[in-house]
């Protein structure tokens, strides 16, 4: 049997989070204060995801980068991957919110979108 | 004349313009000083705008972009690169591309939002190397400018900016060594330190501050030192870092210079001016809103006061504003402000948003009218990182209010 341990992001009470788990089988979830705590220390142990934002180099624009987030969110092991490849990418005008850049960035299933315009 | 000028174009300032134009009133006009829309959430990239507001997470331009829209879609005038450079009751003056303007208006919203903390306040002797930067300097060079702040990195301050700011530099390629933080318990959201901080393994040494920074052209080190209660250097506690780069993220001011100038009261406590329930200042018919009143933790909080003085600015506009007598609102006993701090005796309903002086657990927010408690509400925390409210519905405001925390 293993021990991790989390805070709990979801209120600014911050509880600190002891799962118990063996293998992918989790035992208990103790220290949440309410249900949200026991659900996130679930999602946190098994299967973490983050979105990453970042920006993307321009060709073509006054605006020297475009702001741009992954969509869904990736799995949090994956976010160096994914930042390589977004520090590899130049993109040209015109981009909208929303754009897709790089579709399935680093083999995740998520795409990499603008979230800001960018015009010449 | 026109009818409402609204001096800012960030998240306040269009949340005000949309709500004033919402509540019929036509004639406005947006000055901003930049070369777009947006403010400061142009370079706040990262995500988690606009829960409250939308149900959905957002980045700092997502959010933007949505007020942007729904200004654009009404047609609110603004005019960019415009910079205000006098205020008095019913006239701005400001100096764009195309000259000087003075502008006679028959209201005025002042949503300027704020500025960073100078480091000259921060007392940290040696000499003034390059590689020194705000946290929110650095923030508009590395996601605007593109620019490489460094590669060893030291956080003095655990406000958000820092916070985000170390996740920022981490995903760039930087080594953030710690983030020293001189109060017992850090200033920025949980959700940050986790996100931004553990994720990454990036110590937070708490009751610590910058004690010596070395290298004369280029920082080359920063050393930091464990503090005691009264926020003194513990001799020998000293930690030294090689690095190449100190950010500053000590905290946010209130930009006010233009309304302190005009006249505006201005709270000692907030930075910000002191305004009554309607949002509105000690001159007539100037309105304030957003991180200009008080800094922010949520922008979402910001649009939904800046839309509060929209429409009173509205009414205001229109003849329908009744200015009688007030009451006072106090904050004692570990709240360390409120806004509003004085409430019409007409007001009826009133939402009061303050915050705390210190780390309460297991606490009560006291509301008094006079001597009696019109309001008690059991708080499992309350930190002075994240801003509170109560509202107060159908009240009589014939009396004082006082707010305090207390044990019951
Ligand atoms: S478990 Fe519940 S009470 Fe505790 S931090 Fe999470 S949301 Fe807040």
Redesign the interface.
């Known amino acids: 049997m293993a021990k991790s341990e989390?805070?709990?992001?979801n209120?600014?009470?911050?509880c600190m989070l002891t799962v118990e788990y063996d293998g992918n089988e989790i035992i208990s979830v103790k220290g949440n204060?309410c249900p949200r705590g026991d659900k996130y220390a679930r999602q946190e142990l098994l299967a973490p995801k983050?979105?990453?934002?970042?920006?993307v180099?321009t060709e073509g624009s006054v605006?020297?980068?475009v702001?741009v987030?992954t969509v869904p969110e990736i799995p949090?092991k994956d976010?160096?991957r994914v930042?390589e490849e977004v520090?590899r990418t130049v993109v040209s005008p015109p981009l909208k919110?929303g754009d897709v850049i790089i579709h399935d960035i680093a083999d995740t299933g998520s795409d990499l979108v603008a979230?800001?315009?960018l015009g010449e | 004349m026109r009818e409402l000028v609204v001096i800012g174009g960030g998240a306040a300032g269009l949340a005000a313009a949309v709500s004033a134009y919402d509540s019929g009133i036509r004639d406005i006009l947006i000055v901003e000083r930049g070369t777009e829309l947006g403010g400061i959430l142009n370079q706040c990239i990262h995500n988690g705008f606009g829960l409250h507001t939308f149900k959905e997470e957002l980045t700092g331009p997502e959010y933007a972009s949505r007020f942007i829209k729904e200004a654009e879609e009404r047609g609110i005038e603004h005019v960019l690169g415009a910079m205000v450079i006098d205020i008095k009751p019913h006239c701005v003056t400001y100096v764009c591309p195309s000259g000087v303007v003075m502008e006679e208006t028959k209201a005025i919203i002042l949503t300027m939002g704020c500025r960073e903390r100078p480091r000259g306040a921060l007392n940290i002797p040696g000499y003034r190397p390059a590689g020194i930067f705000s946290a929110g300097t650095a923030q508009r060079l590395v996601n605007i400018e593109g620019y490489d702040v460094g590669k060893r990195i030291v956080i003095l301050g655990s406000g958000d900016i820092g916070l985000i700011m170390a996740r920022r530099l981490t995903l760039e390629g930087a080594k953030v060594l710690a983030v020293a933080e001189i109060m017992p318990y850090s200033g920025g959201l949980k959700r940050n330190i986790v996100q931004c901080l553990n994720d990454y393994s990036i110590p937070l040494y708490l009751s610590h501050t910058v004690v010596d920074i070395k290298g004369k052209e280029r920082v080359e080190g920063v050393t930091i030192a464990a503090v005691d209660e009264n926020r003194k250097p513990i001799k020998g506690s000293e930690i030294e870092f090689e690095c190449d780069t100190l950010l500053l993220s000590v905290g946010l001011l209130p930009e006010n210079e233009l309304s302190s100038k005009a006249g505006v009261a201005l709270s000692p406590v907030t930075n910000g001016p002191v305004v009554n329930d309607k949002l509105e200042t000690s001159l007539d018919g100037i309105f304030a809103a957003g991180n200009v009143l008080h800094v922010h933790d949520l922008v979402d909080y910001v649009s939904e006061e800046a839309a509060i003085a929209g429409r009173n600015a509205a009414e205001y506009i229109k003849g329908s504003f009744v200015e009688g007598e007030r009451v006072a609102v106090k904050a004692i006993n570990g709240v360390r402000y409120t806004i509003p701090q004085y409430i019409s005796k007409e007001a009826g309903s009133v939402t009061i948003r303050f915050r705390v002086s210190g780390v309460f657990e297991n606490k009560y927010i006291v509301v008094r009218k006079g001597d009696d408690v019109i309001k008690r509400i059991k708080k499992r925390i309350l930190t002075p990182g994240e801003m509170e409210k109560v509202e107060l519905s159908s009240v009589d405001f014939n009396d004082d209010i006082t707010l305090e925390v207390s044990n019951g």
């Open positions: 989390f805070i709990c992001i209120c600014p009470l911050g204060t983050r979105t990453v934002t970042s920006t180099r605006h020297r980068r702001s987030k949090k976010i160096f930042m520090k919110i979230t800001s315009d």
